[in-house]
T-cell receptor, first 113, second 114 residues
């Protein structure tokens, strides 16, 4: 079974600074998808960024980027120029092709003014 | 808004009650999901429906009964629940077959079992 580990239960960062959230996963598959989701307080979970395992290039979405290390089974999220609205729970997720998405336990990020 | 709605947003029920959670997606997706989110635990996938057929049932107790009458609607029928079933129940949808596979989540139903 695939497992996803987020080793940082809580993190904080000063506004405008950069923060990196860690995620590792365990799988024997070669083709799969990785995601970062954001769940703001009392709001819906939304997709931040995704990465296809067959792509070597790291995905980027504006201030959000990933460092995908396939051999190390690592998928970290970097948030640049942190904003107060980035305060949320962040979940790393792994999925094969069969809709079975596995989530990590989450990292609570607080952006401080 | 993600295009996935859930009702009710909050529900308090006794252990002998019967209630239902409703999910509706307005995205034209063909797969829908129920997840359970408990404090300090990873999201637990409960049920998956693809093209209105159940394709996944992750050892969920029979006191949870899903129903998918069409591709836009998903229900979770609840009966004789236990206090440990108190959690946030999330619905999600996705479009199979076109790649991407990202799931779109609803706001959740906060369930409290007394």
């Amino acid at each position: 079974a695939q497992t996803v580990t987020q080793s940082q239960p809580e993190m904080s960062v000063q506004e405008a600074e950069t923060v990196t959230l860690s995620c590792t996963y365990d799988t024997s598959e070669n083709n799969y998808y990785l995601f970062w989701y954001k769940q703001p307080p009392s709001r819906q979970m939304i997709l931040v960024i995704r990465q296809e395992a067959y792509k070597q290039q790291n995905a980027t979405e504006n201030r959000f980027s990933v460092n995908f290390q396939k051999a190390a089974k690592s998928f970290s999220l970097k948030i640049s120029d942190s904003q107060l609205g980035d305060t949320a729970m962040y979940f790393c997720a792994f999925m094969k092709h069969n809709n079975d998405m596995r989530f990590g336990a989450g990292t609570r990020l607080t952006v401080k003014p | 808004e993600t295009g996935v709605t859930q009702t009710p947003r909050h529900l308090v029920m006794g252990m002998t009650n019967k209630k239902s959670l409703k999910c509706e997606q307005h995205l034209g997706h063909n797969a829908m999901y129920w997840y359970k989110q408990s404090a300090k635990k990873p999201l637990e996938l409960m049920f998956v429906y693809s093209l209105e057929e159940r394709v996944e049932n992750n050892s969920v107790p029979s006191r949870f009964s899903p129903e998918c009458p069409n591709s836009s609607h998903l229900f979770l029928h609840l009966h004789t629940l236990q206090p440990e079933d108190s959690a946030l129940y999330l619905c999600a949808s996705s479009q199979e077959g076109t790649g991407g596979y990202e799931q779109y989540f609803g706001p959740g139903t906060r369930l409290t079992v007394t």
